[in-house]
């Protein structure tokens, strides 16, 4: 079965400090994603990437950013998290444009 | 850009019972592509089932099947003999072909439709 892995399940980290999710796929796709879910709010896409080093803003980038140095490892950097910023961050990928998502199990993050 | 709205917060249905999921879009792109996505609480993001705006017919996945309406643009997924483990919240979601022109961005989601199945 094809994976996409996130790190952690559940993060709690504290106002102000430097967060790192990561997302790992074994699919060999160029594309991946991420996507903050919030209640009411349905997922809103953060930051994409179609290629190692390559990464274009979403919809939401503002107080992220994210890192791709190899084709199976997407990274979500929070530079200095905020209460407004808790939220369950998803992660995705996908070989071409025809083709669904494939997703990860989520990672829900507290920021206290 | 693309919206998608997905009009029902929540719906009920009785178990072996069909029920119907409403989704409409706002595009002014003439090619692109249609999903339903199902995330049970176990928070797994599932996809079920796929519709290509250039084919006429509607796509089914055994007991999932669709109503695409372009000129409405309209997307509805209606879910036959439901069963226990239907319970989720669905998404129905856009993406751009990048053949349309349109942004090579990832999809846009609904906020979704919580669907409880009454035993």
């Known amino acids: 079965d094809v994976k996409v892995t996130q790190s952690s399940r559940y993060l709690v980290k504290r106002t102000g400090e430097k967060v790192f999710l990561e997302c790992v796929q074994d699919?060999?796709?160029?594309?991946m994603f991420w996507y903050r879910q919030d209640p009411g709010l349905g997922l809103r896409l953060i930051y994409f990437?179609?290629?190692?080093?390559?990464?274009e803003k979403g919809d939401i980038p503002e107080g992220y950013s994210v890192s791709r140095e190899k084709k199976e490892r997407f990274s979500l950097i929070l530079e200095s998290a905020s209460t407004n910023q808790t939220s369950m961050y998803l992660c995705?990928?996908?070989?071409?444009?025809?083709?669904?998502?494939?997703f990860g199990s989520g990672t829900r993050l507290t920021v206290v | 850009a693309q919206t998608v709205t997905q009009s029902q917060p929540e719906m009920s249905v009785q178990e072996a019972e069909t029920v119907t999921l409403s989704c409409t879009y706002d595009?002014?792109?003439?090619?692109?592509?249609l999903f339903w996505y199902k995330q049970p609480p176990s928070r797994q993001m599932i996809l079920v089932i796929r519709?290509?705006?250039?084919?006429?017919q509607n796509a089914t996945e055994n007991r999932f099947s669709v109503n695409f309406q372009k000129a409405a643009k309209s997307f509805s997924l209606k879910i036959s003999d439901s069963q226990l483990g239907d319970a989720a919240m669905y998404f129905c979601?856009?993406?751009?072909?990048?053949?349309?022109?349109?942004?090579?961005?990832?999809?846009?989601f609904g906020k979704g439709t919580h669907l409880i199945i009454q035993p």
């Open positions: 595009t002014s792109e003439s090619d692109y592509y």
């Open positions: 995705a990928s996908s070989p071409t444009y025809y083709y669904g998502y494939t």
């Open positions: 519709q290509e705006a250039y084919k006429q």
């Open positions: 699919m060999d796709h160029e594309n």
């Open positions: 979601a856009y993406r751009s072909s990048p053949y349309s022109g349109g942004g090579a961005d990832g999809l846009t």
């Open positions: 990437s179609y290629d190692v080093k390559m990464k």
